[in-house]
């Protein structure tokens, strides 16, 4: 083959229609093992290039062997389904390979971000007084990292000199619930705060945070001396997909002078939704959201990002001079000055097109619709006595598990046998399986297909319980 790009792009259309083909014929890969695969797909590096026709074969084989994410079997994580005009404006960002520090080498895709951040702050609500401005945010590579950012601002805001001196050797604490994502800890143990000064707050029956017990905590924390600073609700748990009480929170956040951030990886989406968005009542009080569109809003991996209603707090704690990047414009066009990272690559291109193509309506819609799914999926298994709902779904994850049976088995086993890929979590100290609801492709039949299948492997396993030994976090 040439190495003309015309014809390397035909050969990439030609493998992504085959891909996407077979997707529909076999919505669920068996799992193979890792040293098998490794085997028969050669995946060595080669000393001596080979011939691009062969790449592009090799490169084909591995697509066939790659789990089908998009597909109406996967209900493993928390992302799903194809947006088409997202994955279209992924491919080209891919091509123009625009690094977003600045708008020399970025150009349109700047205003593109800029917009978009905008337009997410208002729905956040971080819009000032005059409802003219907004406050400022900017894309990261996953939610985690999102956390990590709202982490180092917020400890930068309260603490002026950690940036240029580190800590000043006081204990600074961070509240969040038992249930919140384990980037939280991750970033505290990366950021010098110690993830012993976590402070994992007590969830209710619904698995939400418990502001009581938020309040006593940080009177104790206060009584021993230590500085509590920062507190993350959860807008859509991991496990049960949770919403905190954000107004309550913020009571407590101003009471103290904490930074109230939002982890809205999850369900930061729901604030589209007219029917849905009081599951974040309070929003527009915190000082910043995390919000990945890649999750409920079908982009492409990764979209994520970080909102701040102060739109200066990014650059004082990530600007530096650099004489050789930033060398025109305003800082207002190169986002390199208040990002973590000096390379970055552009994730906002796709929710662009994405938005261009659906609107706030058709967003909208996709979160109503899934969280309709999920209140079907929660009434088929009340309906069936071989299965048990642990909770009333508040958002777009069920748990349940089937009566007897092991839920990790019952995962493992769905997976192995190539029927579909489905989760489990840890529910009040009981492994449960996880189905999440968040591919709108999927429908009505597609979910009784998966019962049917979970029902299935079930059937032939022996009789197990779910209670596990140790009672952890379920959160992750
Ligand atoms: N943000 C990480 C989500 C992982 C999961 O789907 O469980």
């Not at 799903?80 to 404006?89: H, M, N, Y």
């Not at 309070?282 to 959201?289: I, N, Q, T």
């Not at 748990?399 to 190539?418: M, P, R």
Request: a negative charge.
């Amino acid at each position: 083959m040439s190495d003309q790009p015309d014809i390397v792009f035909q050969k990439v259309a030609t493998l992504a229609q085959q891909y996407v083909f077979d997707e529909n014929r076999h919505p669920a890969k068996q799992a193979f093992a890792p040293d098998w695969l490794s085997d028969k797909l050669d995946l060595e590096l080669p000393e001596k290039g080979r011939d691009l026709d062969e790449v592009m074969d090799h490169i084909g084989d591995v697509l066939s062997y790659t789990p089908t994410t998009s597909s109406t079997r996967f209900f493993n994580q928390l992302f799903g389904g194809r947006d088409i005009a997202a994955t279209a404006a992924e491919m080209l960002a891919c091509v123009t390979n625009n690094s977003m520090y600045t708008y020399k080498a970025a150009g349109p895709q700047i205003l593109i971000e800029n917009m978009l951040i905008n337009r997410l702050c208002q729905y956040a609500g971080f819009v000032t007084s005059d409802g003219v401005g907004s406050g400022g945010g900017m894309f990261c590579p996953g939610g985690s990292l999102s956390n990590l950012t709202a982490m180092l601002v917020a400890r930068n805001e309260t603490c002026e000199r950690a940036r240029i001196w580190g800590l000043d050797g006081s204990t600074l604490r961070v509240y969040a619930s038992a249930e919140a994502h384990y980037s939280i800890s991750k970033a505290a143990g990366m950021l010098g705060l110690g993830t012993r000064n976590i402070q994992e707050v007590p969830v209710d029956e619904s698995g939400r945070l418990c502001v009581d017990d938020l309040q006593r905590l940080i009177c104790d924390d206060l009584d021993q001396g230590f500085v509590p600073f920062m507190v993350i609700a959860t807008a859509g748990t991991t496990v049960q997909g949770a919403f905190d009480p954000v107004n309550q929170i913020a009571d407590i956040a101003e009471r103290y002078k904490l930074w109230l951030h939002i982890d809205g990886a999850y369900g930061g989406s729901i604030l589209m939704s007219e029917k849905h968005r009081h599951l974040l009542a309070g929003m527009e009080r915190a000082d910043s959201l995390t919000w990945d569109a890649h999750k409920m809003l079908g982009v492409p991996l990764t979209c994520s990002v970080l909102l701040v209603k102060n739109p200066e707090v990014l650059a004082r704690s990530l600007s530096e001079s650099a004489s050789y990047l930033f060398q025109q414009d305003d800082d207002q066009l190169n986002p390199g000055t208040r990002s973590l990272q000096c390379g970055r690559r552009n994730d906002a291109f796709k929710l662009w097109a994405a938005w261009q193509h659906h609107g706030d309506l058709g967003f909208a819609r996709r979160v109503d619709r899934l969280i309709e799914l999920a209140q079907y999926a929660a009434d088929r298994i009340c309906n069936d006595d071989r299965m048990t709902l642990c909770k009333k779904p508040e958002s777009t994850n069920i748990c349940f598990e089937v009566c007897n049976k092991s839920s990790q088995a019952i995962c493992h086993a769905l997976d192995q046998e190539g029927r579909m890929k489905v989760g489990f979590g840890i529910v009040d100290g009981r492994f449960v399986i996880r189905l999440v609801c968040v591919n709108p492709e999927i429908d009505e039949q597609d979910l009784d297909l998966f019962f049917d299948e979970v029902l299935a492997v079930a059937k032939n396993m022996p009789d197990a319980d779910n209670a596990c030994e140790v009672a952890v976090s379920t959160s992750g």
